[in-house]
């Protein structure tokens, strides 16, 4: 049976409704502070509601418990554990070395930091699903729900191999999010990190990808580095959502890296430059790289810790108490006590008086 989101309606709502009407005069009528709503859920279904209503869909990634904690707290409605996380976590030059072991690590750490309302979904590493084999995918996606805690997970490609996949897996009772243009696992066939969909035929095999992808079940679809008129393509051709980065502002919605967009540009890749299509809101390496050096500063400079950082004092009594015992000369007897007390306890350790040679 299939329900519509309204029909989920929030319980602390309708039970304080009912409260309300049920009381009578007699009753204590002092107002009790109201609770905060638990926010909804995003689902699949609630991305595919905001484009049939013209609502923009955003996403960012998220590798990590803090960027998580972050992505939510700003109510991003979608959450991608990336395999980018190769390149801005990991420190490699490309997606393709990171493992499967390895993403269900940081989609674990992501689900612990956004746990409840954005949906999230966890991209399938380089080689975890071999067209040869559909099985092999279904149960790699598997453990990234079971053990990643991901709400559904992300394919590149969009031939008549990879949607036979999605198809597979979206029966297996996974949610799959397509991905077409730039497929950044692919970069070893595509020549590396290049826009694709330039001209007119590979355009036009792009919409292909998309309706096949479309068809096979895919809830949504990224469209990276591509034309914007392509991407508009696509989207008009679709019923299903679009996500651009670098695909223009036609799409569904916008995906872009966390790391991107908040200036943390530290890794070996964005050492030599920032994504065109990467329109940077703050710029926290600055503010990390400042922070790093005025501790080191005031470190060596000996202005850190300071009083004000030094918070825990004895008792007065206790102070004097510690002066008395530093002024006695007992450190020979206290040194004999100690080696004593260390020798019984080593002999009550092993027992029979024996030493554990």
């Known amino acids: 049976m299939c329900f519509s989101e309204e029909y989920f309606t929030d319980t602390t709502t309708r039970k304080a409704s009912t409260d309300a009407a049920n009381a009578d005069g007699n009753k204590d009528t002092t107002a009790t502070p109201a609770q905060p709503a638990k926010p909804r859920k995003v689902t699949t279904l609630t991305i595919a509601a905001k484009k049939r209503r013209g609502h923009k869909i955003t996403m960012v990634t998220a590798y990590d418990y803090p960027s998580a904690l972050h992505v939510d707290r700003a109510g991003i409605d979608v959450v991608l554990v990336g395999d980018s996380c190769a390149m801005v976590e990991l420190g490699f030059d490309t997606t ?13 750490a992501v689900k612990r930091g956004a746990p409840n309302r954005p949906l999230l979904i966890g991209d399938m590493p380089f080689g975890s699903y071999e067209y040869e084999n559909v099985d092999i995918a279904l149960k790699n996606a598997y453990r990234m729900v079971k053990e990643g805690g991901m709400d559904a997970v992300k394919f590149e490609g969009g031939s008549e191999s990879r949607a036979k996949i999605v198809r597979h897996v979206v029966e297996g009772g996974v949610a799959v999010l397509g991905h077409i243009g730039l497929t950044p696992q692919a970069i070893s066939v595509l020549g590396g990190f290049r826009a694709q969909g330039r ?103 000996g202005s850190f810790p300071g009083e004000s950082y030094s918070p825990y004092i004895m008792m007065k009594e206790e102070e004097a108490i510690f002066d008395k015992l530093l002024k006695r000369d007992v450190e020979k007897e206290r040194t004999t006590q100690d080696k004593v007390m260390e020798e019984e306890e080593s002999l009550s350790l092993y027992g029979n008086g024996k030493t554990g040679q």
């Open 96 to 108: 393709q070395p990171i493992t499967l072991d390895q993403m269900i690590h940081h989609c674990q």
């Open 199 to 301: 001209t007119a035929l590979r355009a036009r095999s792009l919409v292909d990808d998309a309706l096949r992808l479309q068809e096979a079940g895919a809830f949504a679809i990224v469209l990276e580095c591509i034309p914007a008129n392509v991407a508009i393509a696509i989207t008009q051709a679709l019923d299903i959502p679009t996500i651009g980065i670098g695909a223009g502002g036609g799409c569904s919605g916008q995906v872009l890296v966390f790391h991107d967009l908040l200036g943390m540009t530290s890794h070996p890749h964005h050492e030599e430059f920032v994504p065109k299509f990467c329109k940077q809101y703050a710029k926290v390496g600055m503010e990390i790289n400042d922070g790093l050096a005025q501790f080191k500063q005031e470190v060596e400079d």
